[in-house]
């Protein structure tokens, strides 16, 4: 695969991604437990939540905590585009390519809130929209953004069994994560690397065999 192929694939996650939190962003409140779903489905459910840390709202904790998980993110996108670059110049196998796109994409969308929504944006709350460029100015700095997650599957729930150690007899709900398009895009590429392995890393099962 081509650089000008990854580049449009990218380019078009990280556009279905920012279009779908700015519409969400600047169209409803904060959504929760209490509220109504923006859209009920049943086993699909379109929410706002507002994410400050990394997935599943982990933090890291104290002032600079945030800007850290920032940094990191972006030396990540770098190292992400540098293994991108390489492996296109390596005339890497196409699935490789098309993984690495994906992730790349999905860690920038994501980088994009951390680093921006706080300054374009107001607040969100619940029983209060959003708006851009605010006069009294955004919500939090250059890099204290809130990554925007609205897609939200609880498939199944139950009970665990009595048995089970520490969770015996708490009540679980899969899946319980709420995420966006960014998030899916980093999911289906690791997924895909892991299940095409074989094709996108064949020298390393050479080597193995051997």
């Not at 374009?120 to 708006?131: D, E, K, L, M, N």
Request: net charge neutral; glycine share 10%.
């Amino acid at each position: 695969m081509k650089l000008t192929k990854a580049i449009l694939i990218i380019l078009l996650i990280i556009i279905i991604d920012q279009a779908s939190k700015i519409y969400i962003k600047l169209n409803y409140t904060l959504t929760d437990s209490t509220s109504p779903a923006i859209v009920d489905w049943g086993k699909f459910k379109l929410l706002f939540y507002e994410n400050a840390g990394a997935a599943w709202g982990m933090e890291i904790p104290g002032d600079y905590g945030k800007l850290i998980l920032v940094i990191f993110r972006i030396f990540a996108v770098f190292g992400i585009g540098y293994w991108l670059v390489s492996s296109i110049k390596k005339h890497g196998h196409k699935i490789l390519i098309l993984c690495i796109s994906l992730i790349f994409a999905g860690a920038f969308g994501n980088i994009i809130d951390s680093v921006f929504y706080g300054v374009i944006f107001s607040g969100s709350y619940h029983g209060a929209i959003a708006t851009a460029f605010p006069e009294a100015g955004g919500y939090a700095g250059l890099g204290y953004g809130h990554v925007v997650d609205m897609l939200y599957f609880p498939l199944f729930e139950g009970d665990w069994p009595q048995w089970m150690p520490f969770v015996g007899g708490e009540h679980f709900k899969f899946f319980n994560a709420i995420f966006n398009v960014a998030d899916s895009a980093i999911t289906v590429g690791v997924i895909l690397l892991v299940i095409f392995s074989k094709k996108a890393f064949p020298d390393t099962d050479k080597k193995s065999v051997a």
